[in-house]
Nanobody
Framework: QVQLVESGGGLVQAGGSLRLSCAAS????????VGWFRQAPGKEREFVAA????????AYADSVKGRFTISRDNAKNTVYLQMNSLKAEDTAVYYC????WGWGTPKSNDYESWGQGTQVTVSS
């Protein structure tokens, strides 16, 4: 397992942008697929985006396609989620999760390690 720390959340107006980061201290982080999930108050956790360990595969939820971009910088042990054209319905706590040698599955149960989450609030 790896220890994950999310950052970059905050308050932004609708139409604005934020970039979330998911960092790990372990060098083995480059061997993990990373997924971003979010949970809004009163709702179930949902898949947002994922990137494979090799960065050759990415996946997105339909609700964020064309607006969010996931990427990774293995030299910095960090995965990013660039969020543009934010909407009020994107408001949630965002979590990153890691899956050893994963391809970027949207299934949360396939991820072994989870961060504590970072709050994203979009005002309309």
């Amino acid at each position: 397992q790896v220890q994950l720390v999310e950052s970059g959340g905050g308050l932004v107006q609708a139409g604005g942008s934020l970039r979330l980061s998911c960092a790990a201290s372990e060098r083995t982080f480059r061997s993990y697929a990373v997924g971003w999930f979010r949970q809004a108050p009163g709702k179930e956790r949902e898949f947002v985006a994922a990137i494979s360990w090799s960065a050759t595969n990415t996946a997105y939820a339909d609700s964020v396609k064309g607006r969010f971009t996931i990427s990774r910088d293995n030299a910095k042990n960090t995965v990013y989620l660039q969020m543009n054209s934010l909407k009020a319905e994107d408001t949630a706590v965002y979590y990153c999760a890691a899956d050893l040698w994963g391809w970027g599955t949207p299934k949360s149960n396939d991820y072994e390690s989870w961060g504590q989450g970072t709050q994203v609030t979009v005002s309309s």
